[in-house]
């Protein structure tokens, strides 16, 4: 398995910008996609964004789409979110996976990190 640490996280006003970051260790990172979920209070997580391995592919939720970029940088081992134009309703942990599967649910991520919690006021 791979174990993964995010950053990035804070307190933002809606509007304005955070980049993400989730750091791997191992030597198989850049072998698989990665995604990043997020988990807001009393609901489940959620999917956001998803990149496949040469960063040549991405796919978004479409509460995000034109908003959030996924990027990667395999020699650093470190896959990024970057999020504009923050609205209060993304306010949620922010969690980063390795896909292992063949959707875009939770079932098919593994090696989950900590999370990173971004808030974003009115």
């Known amino acids: 398995q791979v174990q993964l640490v995010e950053s990035g996280g804070g307190l933002v006003q809606a509007g304005g910008s955070l980049r993400l970051s989730c750091a791997a260790s191992?030597?198989?990172?850049?072998?698989?996609?990665m995604g990043w979920f997020r988990q807001a209070p009393g609901k489940e997580r959620a999917f956001v964004a998803r990149?496949?391995?040469?960063?040549?592919?991405?796919s978004y939720a479409d509460s995000v789409k034109g908003r959030f970029t996924i990027s990667r940088n395999n020699a650093k081992n470190t896959v990024y979110l970057q999020m504009n134009s923050l609205k209060p309703e993304d306010t949620a942990v922010y969690y980063c996976?390795?896909?292992?599967?063949?959707?875009?649910?939770?079932?098919?991520?593994?090696?989950w990190g900590q999370g990173t919690q971004v808030t974003v006021s009115s």
């Open positions: 996976a390795r896909m292992t599967g063949s959707d875009y649910g939770a079932e098919s991520f593994d090696s």
């Open positions: 191992g030597r198989t990172f850049s072998s698989y996609a």
């Open positions: 990149i496949n391995w040469s960063g040549a592919s991405t």
